[in-house]
C-alpha cells in the first residue's frame, strides 16, 4: 500500500499539466495541481509512517487529501481512502478480497457523497468499471487482476469523452461537456494503474 501510494504520487505529479488541460476544457483548469500538491503531501506524511496497519496507511492518505486538495476532488478521493481504511483497519496485508472489499467501500462513499451515477461523467465512470474488472478477473496472479481493473479504468474514462456531465462544474456547461475526457476519471485511472505497477513489482 505505501509503495502504491508512493508511485500514485509520482504519476499524477507527472501528468500534473495532462490533468490541468483536461480540467482547462470543462472544469476551473485546477485539477492537476490540487491531485499533485495533495499527493505530494501525502508522499510527506508517509514518510515515516509505521507499516505494519494498512488501515491506518490510508486513514493518513484520506485525511491528507482531504486537507490539501482543493474543490471537489479533496473531499471525494479523501472519502475514497477513508472508507477503504475502515474495511483495512488493523490489517498488516490485504488480500484480493481485502482489496475488492477496500475499493468497492470507497466507490460506495464517493457515490454518497457525490451523488454520482455511472455514466455522470465522473470518476465513477472510471472506479466502477476497475472494480467489476477484479472482480472478475479469476484464475490469474494479483498483478494480473489490478493490470485488468487499470486497463478498465482507463477504457472507462475515455469513454466519459462523449457523455454530457451530469454532475461537478463540467456539468454547468450542458452539452458543450461532451467531447472532452472527464478529469476526474482520468487521476482516478492514473491512481489505479499506480497500484496495477505497485503489485507487479
Same mark, same amino acid.
Given at each position: 500500500?505505501?509503495?502504491?501510494?508512493?508511485?500514485?504520487?509520482?504519476?499524477?505529479?507527472?501528468?500534473?499539466?495532462?490533468?490541468?488541460?483536461?480540467?482547462?476544457?470543462?472544469?476551473?483548469?485546477?485539477?492537476?495541481?490540487?491531485?499533485?500538491?495533495? &499527493?505530494?503531501?501525502?508522499?510527506?506524511?508517509? /514518510? %515515516?509512517?509505521?507499516?505494519? #496497519?494498512? !488501515? *491506518? +496507511? $490510508?486513514?493518513?492518505?484520506?485525511?491528507?487529501?482531504?486537507?490539501?486538495?482543493?474543490?471537489?476532488?479533496?473531499?471525494?478521493?479523501?472519502?475514497? &481512502?477513508?472508507?477503504?481504511?475502515?474495511?483495512? /483497519? %488493523?490489517?498488516?496485508?490485504? #488480500?484480493? !478480497? *481485502? +482489496? $475488492?472489499?477496500?475499493?468497492?467501500?470507497?466507490?460506495?462513499?464517493?457515490?454518497?457523497?457525490?451523488?454520482?451515477?455511472?455514466?455522470?461523467?465522473?470518476?465513477?465512470?472510471?472506479?466502477?468499471?476497475?472494480?467489476?474488472?477484479?472482480?472478475?478477473?479469476? !484464475?490469474?496472479? $494479483?498483478?494480473?487482476?489490478?493490470?485488468?481493473?487499470?486497463?478498465?479504468?482507463?477504457?472507462?474514462?475515455?469513454?466519459?469523452?462523449?457523455?454530457?456531465?451530469?454532475?461537478?462544474?463540467?456539468?454547468?456547461?450542458?452539452?458543450?461537456?461532451?467531447?472532452?475526457?472527464?478529469?476526474?476519471?482520468?487521476?482516478?485511472?492514473?491512481?489505479?494503474?499506480?497500484?496495477?505497477?505497485?503489485?507487479?513489482?
Amino acid at each position: 500500500m505505501a509503495r502504491w501510494i508512493e508511485r500514485a504520487a509520482g504519476l499524477i505529479g507527472d501528468n500534473e499539466k495532462y490533468l490541468t488541460e483536461l480540467d482547462a476544457a470543462i472544469g476551473d483548469s485546477d485539477h492537476g495541481a490540487n491531485m499533485a500538491r495533495g &499527493f505530494a503531501a501525502v508522499r510527506g506524511k508517509l /514518510a %515515516g509512517h509505521p507499516r505494519d #496497519d494498512v !488501515g *491506518a +496507511i $490510508l486513514k493518513t492518505v484520506g485525511m491528507t487529501l482531504l486537507s490539501t486538495i482543493g474543490g471537489a476532488s479533496g473531499p471525494l478521493y479523501g472519502t475514497l &481512502f477513508l472508507e477503504a481504511a475502515k474495511v483495512s /483497519a %488493523g490489517k498488516a496485508e490485504l #488480500d484480493r !478480497g *481485502a +482489496i $475488492l472489499q477496500s475499493l468497492s467501500a470507497g466507490l460506495a462513499g464517493i457515490q454518497k457523497r457525490g451523488k454520482a451515477e455511472p455514466l455522470d461523467k465522473t470518476m465513477v465512470d472510471a472506479l466502477g468499471p476497475a472494480i467489476r474488472a477484479f472482480e472478475g478477473a479469476e !484464475g490469474v496472479s $494479483l498483478a494480473e487482476a489490478l493490470g485488468r481493473a487499470a486497463e478498465a479504468a482507463r477504457q472507462g474514462a475515455e469513454a466519459t469523452i462523449p457523455i454530457v456531465a451530469r454532475k461537478g462544474r463540467a456539468s454547468y456547461l450542458g452539452e458543450r461537456s461532451a467531447g472532452h475526457q472527464d478529469p476526474g476519471a482520468t487521476s482516478m485511472w492514473l491512481l489505479l494503474r499506480s497500484l496495477a505497477e505497485a503489485a507487479a513489482e
